[in-house]
């Protein structure tokens, strides 16, 4: 038996679309059309519309400049819809009371988030009272959702919206595994994921192993790293393409290309051939964080503005990874590896400076308690701004 990986859902930002009269008519075609894309069957696209269009209703009645992304997701077996939904207030103090049925402010039936939860394969909700309010729901065809609920949630996700005129964004992330677990371990860990397949699993439960023991945090230089992982490991990758539009959107794609082809697992290493990937082109800001969750530590290696946090949940603090001065493409400088412990509840936050660096984590609480995307989702809804492409990348623990 091949060895079982955290699962990792490639997207294709398909559109967003913000806040008007025609919201939910023309979400609820649009994922209709997708859905049927996919190969859904007759009854699975109307289920899929009528979530859709019960997101955008809810947009329309309650929120404060709503925005709904409508979205493929892959793996290598299977395709999958999902939808993001963001606004900004009035947020919801009680959110378990507003997804029962009969709840309503509005002097509806009071019906539409309880019927998004029941109709999606996933669906996560996080609102910040007075600040917004943040959805994601995923729709599978019935085979699909049996193997992704063996699979559980992803362990990192991430969004992308273009600046306000475009179409394309020049940001993007990817993500892929390296690391090998023995045939038992696979098998333990299906074991226990089909034990539990409604329950949300962690990096641990997905890669069949412990985490090593508690020691005190701190911060070391890595001159030299191995370039091999100690056990399974997480390398992400995020590149912001320099300007917008499709040249920007181009040169961030041969990144996320290069990455993927690419067999180092080092950060350094890979932004090496990132750098050559990208010559010729715009170039941009690249950065690359390999997580370890077996030595609870991760090395870290970027070039140019991209923000990159480690954020502890449970102080509500976020340590900043710099990265040098440069344009990979065009101006690569000596690379420094910096090897950073993780916290024992935390996640990696990397982000382009389409989102300020001004947020944090005490103002956002309960976000790293959420699924990566929706926790990416809340951050671009805090932090983001419209006059540039903006992107988000999230990987939560525990380690």
Known sequence: MGSLTPPLLESEDVAWFRDDE???????GAAAALARRLGFDEQRCAEVSLAVSEAATNLRKHAVDGALLLRIVRTEQDAGLEIVTTDEGPGMPDVARCLVDGTSSTGTLGIGLGAIARLADTFDVHSLPGRGTVLSARFWTKDAARRSAALGEPVVAGLTRPITGEVVCGDI??????????????????????SRPAEPLGWAALTGFRPAPDRPRQVREAPEPTGHAEGPALLLMFCDGLGHGPLARRASEAAATAFRESRTDDPAGVITEIHKALRGSRGGAVAVVRIEPLTKSLLFCGVGNVSTFVVDSETDSRRSLLSAPGIV??????????RQELPRHGGVVMHSDGLTERWQPASLPGFLEHSPLVAAAQ??????IRRDDAGVAVVKGPW
């Not at 493409?329 to 910096?338: I, S, Y």
């Not at 951050?379 to 983001?384: C, S, V, W």
């Open 22 to 28: 025609s919201l939910p008519a023309s979400t609820r």
């Open 173 to 194: 992330w990817a993500a892929r595994t390296v690391g090998r677990r023995t045939p038992d371990q696979a098998d333990e860990a299906i074991r226990r994921v089909g």
């Open 329 to 338: 493409g065009h101006q690569l400088p000596n690379l420094r590896a910096v």
């Open 379 to 384: 951050l671009l809804r805090e932090a983001g």
